[in-house]
Nanobody
């Protein structure tokens, strides 16, 4: 089992920044990947970013490229999502996920999920 706890959400004005954290505990294998997804009211959960635990590759949705940065601290077993130049359309509940799949873009690629943290961007 893997437990994931997100933090760092909140209310910010458009153009502002937030940093989300996801602390992992439990049996996270070296082949796990960590991802961030988001879900706005009435919409499907969508991919935001992903990073494998043991490789430096990062993956982003087109809508956040150049604005968001995913990173990890292996010693702390924590993954971060730095969100800059936030837009009202970034408003959603953000979820951290962990999975052993070699694919990163779909919710079904992940086995474990955090409880989510709300991000609200005002115009």
């Amino acid at each position: 089992q893997v437990q994931l706890v997100e933090s760092g959400g909140g209310l910010v004005q458009a153009g502002g920044s937030l940093r989300l954290s996801c602390a992992a505990s439990g049996r996270t294998g070296s082949n796990y990947a960590m991802g961030w997804f988001r879900q706005a009211p009435g919409k499907e959960r969508e991919f935001v970013a992903a990073i494998p635990w043991r490789r430096s590759s990062t993956y982003y949705a087109d809508s956040v490229k150049g604005r968001f940065t995913i990173s990890r601290d292996n010693a702390k077993m924590t993954v971060y999502l730095q969100m800059n130049s936030l837009k009202p359309e970034d408003t959603a509940v953000y979820y951290c996920a962990a999975g052993s799949s070699t694919y990163y873009y779909r919710p079904n690629d992940y086995d474990y999920w955090g409880q989510g943290t709300q991000v609200t961007v005002s115009s």
